[in-house]
């Protein structure tokens, strides 16, 4: 069974860093394929993309976030953490790690380059305020 | 940037209806396109992805369609525990959700 749970600050005061940790279990996180990517959302708004790292290591970044985002996984403990510089009232939002692997249509396609979040943590909230 | 747009934002149904819930994408994305159900204090979930493929575990009740920039879920017989908010998600570039529909009882 797959879990992953989000932990963090709950406020952050703002230009401060905020770090939210993933922590999962049932997958590994070096088997080709399977990735943790985070979203966020912020009270009464859609559900926003921030950041995907894979098996491999590589990392991708929603374009308007970038240059604040930084991610790291341990590969040993299972864990993902996403570091966001600078916060300010507008990061106030429920983090969610989510966990990414190959697809399968019902017809035994593979679908390798398909981003779908498979399954996801329960959230954290975090508000940034001073 | 690839834009998604659902609608309606909302709409009021009664248990047994059947409802259809649009996504348009700014630009085509091919079948990129998943669909996902949030209920309040519980994770997302996947319900759809490359457009018409039902994840594992998911009722049948659930059906997705479409390609290039329409796309549509629908909900055969509505059930209790399918009153949520559903969003659809592209993954044709970087990912990105739609705004969301929120399914409440009529």
């Known amino acids: 069974q797959i879990t992953l749970k989000e932990s963090g600050p709950t406020l952050v005061k703002p230009t401060q860093a905020l770090n939210v940790t993933c922590t999962f279990s049932?997958?590994?996180?070096?088997?080709?394929?399977?990735?943790v990517g985070w979203i966020r959302q912020p009270p009464g708004k859609t559900l926003e993309w921030l950041a995907l790292i894979y098996w491999n290591d590589d990392k991708r970044f929603s374009p308007s976030l970038k240059s604040r985002l930084t991610l790291t996984k341990d590969s040993s403990r299972n864990q993902v953490v996403l570091t966001m510089t600078n916060v300010d009232p507008g990061d106030t939002a429920t983090y969610y790690c989510a966990h990414r692997n190959y697809l399968t249509t019902t017809f035994g396609v593979r679908l390798t380059q398909h981003v779908a979040f498979l399954v996801w943590g329960q959230g954290t909230m975090v508000t940034v305020s001073s | 940037d690839i834009q998604m747009t659902q609608s309606p934002s909302s709409l009021y149904a009664s248990v047994g209806d059947r409802v259809t819930i649009t996504c348009r994408a700014s630009?085509?994305?091919?079948?990129?396109l998943n669909w996902y159900q949030h209920r309040p204090g519980r994770a997302p979930r996947l319900l759809i992805f490359a457009a018409s493929s039902l994840q594992a575990g998911v009722p049948s009740r659930f059906s997705g369609s479409g390609s290039g920039t329409e796309f549509t879920l629908t909900i055969d017989s509505l059930q209790a525990e399918d009153f949520a908010t559903y969003y659809c998600?592209?993954?044709?570039?970087?990912?990105?959700f739609g705004g969301g529909t929120k399914v409440e009882i009529k």
């Open positions: 998600q592209q993954s044709f570039s970087f990912p990105a």
């Open positions: 630009q085509t994305i091919s079948t990129y």
């Open positions: 049932g997958f590994s996180l070096t088997t080709p394929g399977v990735g």
